[in-house]
């Protein structure tokens, strides 16, 4: 049974910054595509930031230069750096995991940027 856990989020101020964690619980050295998704308020949900196990990222434009996905393969992790917050990022941020044939979510995570 594949898991994802999520940490971090919560409530910051515009221009502040959080860090999104998700470990998951198995090896991902070897899992193509790990990443973070977002779905605000009425509005489908949209890729953040997808990284493969090359390092190659896609970044969704509104977040390039502001966000940076990492991966750490001895600790399952992946991670979301999150700068220069905008109320426009409000959502709930998800982890994602793509095998090449499945696709698993993490429990999600809101992340709320107001003043």
């Known amino acids: 049974q594949v898991q994802l856990v999520q940490s971090g989020g919560g409530l910051v101020q515009p221009g502040g910054s959080l860090r999104l964690s998700c470990a998951a619980s198995?090896?991902?050295?070897?899992?193509?595509?790990m990443g973070w998704y977002r779905q605000a308020p009425g509005k489908q949900r949209e890729s953040v930031a997808v990284?493969?196990?090359?390092?190659?990222?896609n970044y969704l434009d509104s977040v390039k230069g502001r966000f940076t996905i990492s991966r750490d393969n001895a600790k399952n992790t992946v991670y979301l750096q999150m700068n220069s917050l905008k109320p426009e990022d409000t959502a709930v941020y998800y982890c994602?995991?793509?095998?090449?044939?499945?696709?698993?979510w993490g429990q999600g995570t809101q992340v709320t940027v107001s003043s």
């Open positions: 994602y995991r793509n095998d090449g044939k499945y696709s698993y």
């Open positions: 990284m493969g196990n090359g390092g190659n990222v």
């Open positions: 198995g090896s991902i050295s070897n899992i193509p595509f």
